[in-house]
Every structure is written in C-alpha cells, then in structure tokens.
Nanobody, 115 residues
Framework: VQLVESGGGLVQPGGSLRLSCAAS????????MSWYRQPPGKERELVAA????????NYVDSVKGRFTISRDNGKRTVYLQMNSLKSEDSAVYYC?????????WGQGTQVTVSS
C-alpha cells in the first residue's frame, strides 16, 4: 500500500495550492479518504474528509469555504484544493485512507504560507 502526496510548497498569504494524493496497492474506491495536517509543535488534526464514492465531505471549521476535497476513483487520487491560504495553514499535510480497521498514511507534504 502506498499513498504519495504532492503539490506542497511555499505560497504567499491569499494564494492557492492543490495537493494530490496518489494511491496504490489497495481498492481505492472502497476507502474513505482524508487530509490531515500537523503544524510544527502541534497535534495532527483532521482537515477534510470524503466518502468512498465522493458523495459526502466534511471540513474542519477553520478551512470551510476555502478548501475543497475531491477524489477521482478512476485515477486513484484524492485532491485538496486550498484557496485564500493563511499563515496558520502552514503545516505538513498528510493523506489518510480508512476502511473499518484498515488505515494507511502517506509520508506528508510541506505547505508553507509566508510572504
């Protein structure tokens, strides 16, 4: 099983980034997918989640209206579109797959929001 994140980087406040997570080694379309983030010195937190067929999404309050999670089961990829980025969005962002007791993490991608 492999989850590979990409798309992180340095962006100015107010800018946008699109994270991608490419999955392999399991039945992607059967798993709910999420994005977590962990700022330096802080706990990892759930940012957004999407159901296995993309029909339901959830967001932490701090990103509602700015971030959008989506998935393409044909491409085995989940995305996180991040707009109107703020300095407090700076963190390592992790992709997470879950189905019942089966859980997988990606290695993370750094997002830094700074002028």
């Amino acid at each position: 099983v492999q989850l590979v994140e990409s798309g992180g980087g340095l962006v100015q406040p107010g800018g946008s980034l699109r994270l991608s997570c490419a999955a392999s080694g399991y039945t992607f379309s059967s798993y709910a997918m999420s994005w977590y983030r962990q700022p330096p010195g802080k706990e990892r937190e759930l940012v957004a989640a999407i159901g296995s067929n993309g029909d339901s999404t959830n967001y932490v309050d701090s990103v509602k209206g700015r971030f959008t999670i989506s998935r393409d089961n044909g491409k085995r990829t989940v995305y996180l579109q991040m707009n109107s980025l703020k300095s407090e969005d700076s963190a390592v962002y992790y992709c997470y797959a879950q189905r019942g007791g089966l859980r997988f993490w990606g290695q993370g991608t750094q997002v830094t929001v700074s002028s």
